[in-house]
């Protein structure tokens, strides 16, 4: 058994993802060692346990279970892609949580490396449907690929702009893709694979359960330069992919709605945070990491630069909000240790006392605001919870 078999058959066994994995590899050097590895000394491994432990055992056991995942997904139209394949998608390589392996149904390009992400309310207003659907055509028009999650509303609407414009789109899923959900949305579902793909870390047949979700977010985000917001509520799920943009150092965006909306509490809070407002598609690109490729013949063309779009490395503060560099690699843990010695602290102390600017104390603010460790006050003012 190859590297190649050996994860698609451990991203069958449940409760392994790419953390474990990577711890897995940590105490065994590589996959043909842990392969090799007796349960007992898998259990020993930080995060495994007796349990997980006889589990992957058992699974591997069991070589059948690739042939079978491959033969289902064939019979699908869909092909798998392992992080040992030459195939699997750069930017996901650059996160710190890559899916062990990517079932996709359709096509990547190189082009599809210049990506943003339009997610947003499943019980969207005409005006979030709209303003979708608008930014997404015009991101389309000038060559950039249009990340969604199919999902009901704003995700429906980018998709549609996307194709309206003639471009390409990628719709990452919650289940499995022997299935479309929302089933309604299985045209659409079927117009997206033709003009870019669908993906989904998930098997064939993996149903779509709520704590999926959640986790799918982080690919939206990780396949994207930047990610909008349009229309959330206050826990609306684009609120948890606008969190793993930041994590992943991805630009955040968010377009302004009606005041007294409930789809509107997400977006302006976002920004108040210092999320970059968005009215028209001039808004993002001016904050992307997007180079002209005259070599395409196209003026249309562009092409990522991997070096504003790759995960924090250790130590440095996740994600700015504009094009100012992060603060000092502190982390976010310095701005809490501010909190230590008095109650509330605002913005501008808190950037003075650490020498960074405005927008990289902004953006480690949101990330702990995020974990529920601080909350903003009126006159951007902050207190530890």
Known sequence: MNDRERLILLNLVPEIGSLRLQRLLEAFGDLERLWDAAPEALRQAEGIGPVLAQRIAEYRARPELVREALAQAARHGCEVLTRADAGYPQPLREIHDPPLALYLRGALQEADQAAVAIVGSRHASPYGLMMAERLAVDLAERGITVVSGLARGIDAAAHRGALKAGGRTLAVL?????????????????????????????????????????????????????????????????????????????????????????????????????????????DILEELPLTSDPAAGDANHVTRNRSRCQAPQPGEVPGTWSNQAAGPAAGIEAVLQQFNNREICDLETLAEQLGWTIPACTAALLQLELKHAIKQLPGQRFVRV
Request: aromatic fraction near 4%; proline fraction near 6%.
């Open 174 to 282: 919650g289940c499995g893709l022997a299935q479309v959900y929302p089933p309604e949305h299985e045209a659409l579902a079927g117009q997206v694979a033709a003009a870019g793909a669908l993906l989904s870390e998930y098997a064939m047949g993996a149903p779509p359960l709520a704590e999926h979700f959640p986790r799918r977010n982080r690919l939206i985000s990780g396949l994207a330069l930047g990610v909008v917001v349009v229309e959330a509520a206050g826990r609306s799920g684009a609120l948890i992919t606008a969190d793993c943009a930041l994590e992943q150092g991805r630009e955040v965006f968010a377009v302004p709605g009606r005041a007294d909306a409930l789809t509107s509490e997400g977006t302006h809070r976002l920004l108040k945070q210092g999320a970059k407002l968005v009215t028209n598609v001039e």
